[in-house]
């Protein structure tokens, strides 16, 4: 069974660019999860879809906004770039908000921007 | 805010050792999570604990969780070089959302 997977693997971008990052979930999973590793600050909640909404939103500013899709796969979108946002993105799944499972996380996407 | 602490920041120990993380956190939980990253990839789901349960155990693996003292550790017996990792807990607070503490580096030195 194919795990969580995320694309691009590297992303280089300018500054004031726009960003797009790929998420698909493990089969059966409704629930997508996006967090941001930058250096040195942990990883940080960005972005929570379970069938087809956000039902919740880390402390990030709305250039930061994504979305999923029917077949529950999920982006993000990160416009108007700047150099703070290079981080790794992570991407997870999970079986969705009612069921006490774990999250299973993808490799991510390393978004570099000069 | 981050959630969960981890305790160690960073622990260096032989092969063959056993290696003890703790983590403490500062609300209620559904359930409590433990994860290792290697070298800044993705995280590796190791263990999830439910607020109910005391211990559980996983090959090498054992986790404990004290809802009382809101804290939770993970023991690796008989450590490896393979084990050398960042390890994360992470807790479900029925928000959707896992919070990550700031990790625990081990090395494990052959």
């Known amino acids: 069974e194919a795990g969580v997977t995320q694309s691009p693997t590297h992303l280089i971008k300018t500054r004031g660019q726009q960003a797009t990052l790929r998420c698909s979930p493990i089969?059966?999973?409704?629930?997508v999860y996006w967090y941001q590793q930058a250096l040195g600050l942990g990883l940080q909640f960005l972005l929570w879809y379970d069938e087809g909404e956000e039902r919740n939103r880390g402390n990030f500013p709305p250039r930061f906004s994504g979305r999923q899709f029917p077949n529950y796969s999920s982006e993000l979108n990160v416009n108007a770039l700047e150099l703070e946002d290079s981080a790794l993105y992570l991407c997870?799944?999970?079986?969705?908000?009612?069921?006490?499972?774990?999250?299973?996380f993808g490799q991510g996407t390393r978004l570099t921007v000069v | 805010s981050q959630q969960g602490e981890e305790d160690p920041q960073a622990l260096s120990i032989q092969e063959g050792e056993n290696a003890t993380m703790n983590c403490s956190y500062k609300t209620s939980i559904n359930n409590l999570q433990w994860y290792r990253q290697n070298s800044g990839r993705g995280l590796v789901h190791l263990i999830l604990i439910r607020s109910n349960e005391r211990e559980k155990h996983s090959g090498r693996l054992r986790v404990t969780l004290d809802t009382s003292k809101k804290s939770s550790s993970l023991l690796i017996t008989a450590s490896r070089a393979a084990d050398t990792a960042s390890y994360f807990c992470?807790?479900?607070?029925?928000?959707?959302?896992?919070?990550f503490g700031q990790g625990t580096e081990l090395s494990v030195k052959p």
């Open positions: 997870a799944s999970s079986l969705g908000t009612d069921q006490n499972t774990e999250a299973f």
């Open positions: 992470a807790t479900d607070a029925w928000s959707g959302k896992l919070i």
């Open positions: 089969s059966g999973h409704t629930s």
